[in-house]
């Protein structure tokens, strides 16, 4: 059974930093492409990062400069290490694992950026 399973969120202030963490199992790690999606309330779920099987990484323009993702494939885990955060960046943040017509989610993790 696949299980992604994510971790990291919280309560931060504006200009603060959070690492998230998604520890996947139940899959062959590699063979995934892995993301990050948030859906903030009232908004449709969104593409954040993503790190291919090659290790090549891709941005919402968003976050482009802020937000590293990364991965470790002997550890099954991939991160979203987000600086700089602001209020918009407010949202559950889900982790996803994809191969070809095979999709994966996690159960997500609130992120709140507030003062």
């Known amino acids: 059974q696949v299980q992604l399973v994510e971790s990291g969120g919280g309560l931060v202030q504006p200009g603060g930093s959070l690492r998230l963490s998604c520890a996947a199992s139940?899959?062959?790690?590699?063979?995934?492409?892995m993301s990050w999606y948030r859906q903030a309330p009232g908004k449709e779920r969104e593409l954040v990062a993503t790190?291919?099987?090659?290790?090549?990484?891709n941005y919402a323009d968003s976050v482009k400069g802020r937000f590293t993702i990364s991965r470790d494939n002997a550890k099954n885990t991939v991160w979203l290490q987000m600086n700089s955060l602001n209020t918009e960046d407010t949202a559950v943040y889900y982790c996803?694992?994809?191969?070809?017509?095979?999709?994966?989610w996690g159960q997500g993790t609130q992120v709140t950026v507030s003062s």
């Open positions: 996803g694992a994809d191969y070809f017509s095979l999709s994966y």
């Open positions: 790190a291919a099987t090659t290790g090549s990484t």
């Open positions: 139940g899959l062959t790690f590699s063979w995934y492409r």
